[in-house]
């Protein structure tokens, strides 16, 4: 380096070499060590991988805009494209939804009545905030994405994630500006669900492919291709019935395509149900109600 | 424009450009692209950057700043649960080996270049997936380490393209 006088570096230029022989072998051991310390102390990668979130959220949010608005503008075009086909499908479709609207009402009716009855006490309130996917995570070995919400927005770890269709995955970090929902296919991931038909339980674990595996589930099973899958419930972490896929492949391996396509979200709504179920009591702090103007409106009882 | 200022003043500057480099590309690897399934084949291009800069410029990516690029990127883009540390170790790795192998790539032609790039990802792939595995005594699952390699090893004349541009124009040739 020659900003530094002349004499001077010919008088470290010794010391130069030998840090530059040892350094590829003392970065080679530290390297190693943190892979040993991160594996022991989960705790502090923890808070240095929140913090790397922290500080870089701001960036990730810029960068990730143009991205944001491109992959609108692509859908936009592509929706002019088959505009009457659409059109039509959309028709179709209310039609559809129009008789669920009578049968919904019918059965909301009749839940009230009977809540009445058995003065039954609706769970804690439910509040959700939307969030931006600032950071897809993970390469090839993890299933994770970052986004722009944080403990200041009231996430807090365990809450649910979930798309406009279903189940994405759930708070696994939470920074002060930013949070890692750990997706429902991450080799990490475990999630108690319900078949809907058959009402069998069983475990939805992920295994980094895009068709997470469903597990334990009872030998005198019989899961059916195209049958819905929801969140069972168990273990208190999630409320029952949030749509999570549809059985794609039975067999030995009974596989779940889920109803969000993963790769491609943008937006993801953060979901806090007041529970906090099989998580420690330290890691899940009681849920916060939101603060003002930082919620949606739609807040349901 | 043949050498900026910062270059011909301090110094610092030939150190500088591929090691802020290295690390915007370690910012980018993490911003998402919308691509269906990018996320798990995004590109190495932490390993594209080492390789040029280490056959091309030896002395201005050093292993300190590769550690410290391989371990802000390991906090950025792993998934809780997830093991870090291991690019830093992959990428000082990759720096070893493609110094001690220099002088045989160095003057040849692109393909010859390539065809090196491609060994280098190969053995980093075979070696990353290795150690992932057995750090969570889980098989992991290959394909989209596999993808991941072919696509970093297809995107490398791309890449060659822009570090050369940059080299040219911060230090000159």
């Given at each position: 380096?020659?900003f530094?006088?002349t004499?001077?570096t010919r008088?470290?230029?010794?010391?130069?070499s030998?840090?530059?022989?040892?350094a590829f072998?003392?970065?080679?051991v530290m390297?190693?060590a943190i892979?040993?310390?991160g594996?022991a102390?989960l705790a502090?990668v923890?808070r240095?991988?929140?913090?790397t979130?922290?500080v870089?959220?701001?960036?990730?949010g810029?960068?990730?805009?143009?991205v944001?608005?491109?992959?609108?503008?692509?859908?936009?075009?592509?929706?002019?494209?088959d505009v009457?086909?659409?059109?039509d499908?959309?028709?179709a479709?209310?039609?559809?939804l129009l008789?669920?609207q009578q049968v919904?009402?019918?059965?909301e009716?009749e839940?009230h009545?009977?809540r009445?009855?058995t003065?039954?006490?609706?769970?804690?309130?439910?509040w959700?905030?939307?969030g931006?996917?600032?950071?897809?995570?993970?390469?090839?070995?993890?299933?994770?994405?970052?986004?722009d919400?944080g403990s200041?927005?009231?996430v807090t770890k365990g809450?649910?994630?979930?798309s406009?269709s279903?189940l994405?995955?759930?708070?696994?970090?939470?920074?002060?500006?930013?949070?890692?929902i750990?997706?429902?296919t991450?080799?990490?991931?475990?999630?108690p669900?319900?078949l809907?038909d058959s009402?069998?339980?069983?475990?939805?674990?992920g295994?980094?492919?895009?068709?997470?595996?469903?597990?334990?589930?009872s030998?005198?099973a019989?899961?059916q291709?195209g049958?819905?899958?929801?969140t069972s419930?168990?273990?208190?972490?999630?409320?029952p019935g949030?749509p999570?896929g549809?059985?794609?492949?039975v067999?030995s391996?009974?596989r779940v395509i889920?109803?969000?396509?993963?790769?491609?979200?943008?937006?993801?709504?953060?979901?806090d149900?007041?529970?906090s179920?099989?998580l420690?009591?330290?890691a899940?702090?009681a849920?916060?109600?939101?603060r003002?103007?930082?919620?949606?409106?739609?807040t349901r009882? | 424009?043949?050498a900026?200022?910062a270059?011909?003043?301090?110094g610092i500057?030939p150190?500088?450009v591929?090691t802020l480099?290295?690390f915007?590309l370690?910012i980018?690897?993490a911003?998402?692209?919308?691509?269906p399934a990018?996320?798990?084949?995004t590109?190495?291009f932490?390993l594209?950057?080492v390789?040029h800069w280490t056959?091309y410029?030896?002395e201005q990516?050093?292993?300190a700043a590769?550690f410290?690029i391989?371990?802000?990127?390991d906090?950025?883009?792993?998934?809780?649960g997830?093991?870090v540390?291991?690019?830093?170790l992959?990428l000082?790795l990759?720096?070893?080996?493609?110094l001690?192998n220099r002088r045989n790539?160095v003057a040849?032609?692109f393909?010859f270049?390539?065809?090196g790039?491609a060994a280098?990802?190969?053995v980093?792939a075979t070696?990353?997936?290795?150690l992932?595995?057995l750090?969570?005594l889980?098989?992991m699952?290959a394909h989209?380490a596999?993808?991941q390699?072919?696509?970093?090893v297809?995107l490398f004349?791309?890449a060659?393209?822009?570090?050369?541009?940059?080299?040219?124009l911060t230090?000159?040739a």
């Amino acid at each position: 380096m020659n900003f530094l006088p002349t004499h001077l570096t010919r008088s470290l230029a010794p010391l130069k070499s030998v840090l530059q022989r040892f350094a590829f072998s003392a970065l080679l051991v530290m390297s190693v060590a943190i892979i040993v310390v991160g594996k022991a102390d989960l705790a502090f990668v923890e808070r240095l991988r929140t913090g790397t979130a922290d500080v870089m959220a701001p960036v990730l949010g810029v960068l990730s805009q143009p991205v944001t608005a491109a992959s609108l503008l692509i859908g936009r075009v592509r929706e002019m494209a088959d505009v009457y086909r659409e059109n039509d499908r959309l028709r179709a479709e209310n039609t559809t939804l129009l008789q669920w609207q009578q049968v919904a009402r019918r059965l909301e009716s009749e839940n009230h009545e009977l809540r009445g009855l058995t003065q039954y006490q609706p769970s804690a309130a439910t509040w959700y905030v939307t969030g931006r996917v600032i950071g897809t995570a993970g390469g090839a070995y993890s299933r994770s994405f970052l986004i722009d919400r944080g403990s200041v927005d009231g996430v807090t770890k365990g809450q649910a994630a979930a798309s406009g269709s279903g189940l994405v995955g759930r708070i696994a970090e939470v920074g002060e500006r930013a949070s890692r929902i750990l997706l429902l296919t991450d080799l990490n991931s475990r999630i108690p669900v319900t078949l809907q038909d058959s009402h069998e339980r069983a475990i939805l674990a992920g295994d980094n492919s895009d068709r997470p595996m469903l597990v334990y589930l009872s030998p005198t099973a019989k899961p059916q291709i195209g049958e819905q899958i929801v969140t069972s419930g168990d273990g208190g972490v999630f409320p029952p019935g949030i749509p999570v896929g549809v059985i794609s492949s039975v067999g030995s391996q009974p596989r779940v395509i889920p109803m969000t396509d993963l790769s491609t979200i943008d937006y993801v709504r953060i979901v806090d149900f007041g529970l906090s179920g099989v998580l420690p009591q330290s890691a899940v702090p009681a849920p916060k109600a939101p603060r003002k103007g930082q919620s949606d409106p739609a807040t349901r009882p | 424009m043949k050498a900026s200022p910062a270059a011909r003043v301090y110094g610092i500057g030939p150190i500088l450009v591929p090691t802020l480099l290295t690390f915007l590309l370690a910012i980018l690897s993490a911003v998402p692209l919308g691509i269906p399934a990018y996320t798990a084949v995004t590109p190495s291009f932490l390993l594209m950057s080492v390789y040029h800069w280490t056959l091309y410029r030896p002395e201005q990516l050093s292993y300190a700043a590769l550690f410290l690029i391989g371990l802000f990127f390991d906090l950025l883009t792993s998934a809780p649960g997830t093991t870090v540390g291991l690019t830093p170790l992959i990428l000082l790795l990759a720096r070893w080996a493609v110094l001690s192998n220099r002088r045989n790539f160095v003057a040849r032609g692109f393909p010859f270049v390539w065809s090196g790039f491609a060994a280098l990802v190969a053995v980093a792939a075979t070696v990353q997936w290795i150690l992932a595995s057995l750090l969570t005594l889980r098989l992991m699952e290959a394909h989209s380490a596999l993808f991941q390699a072919v696509l970093t090893v297809g995107l490398f004349p791309a890449a060659t393209l822009l570090f050369a541009r940059v080299q040219r124009l911060t230090m000159g040739a």
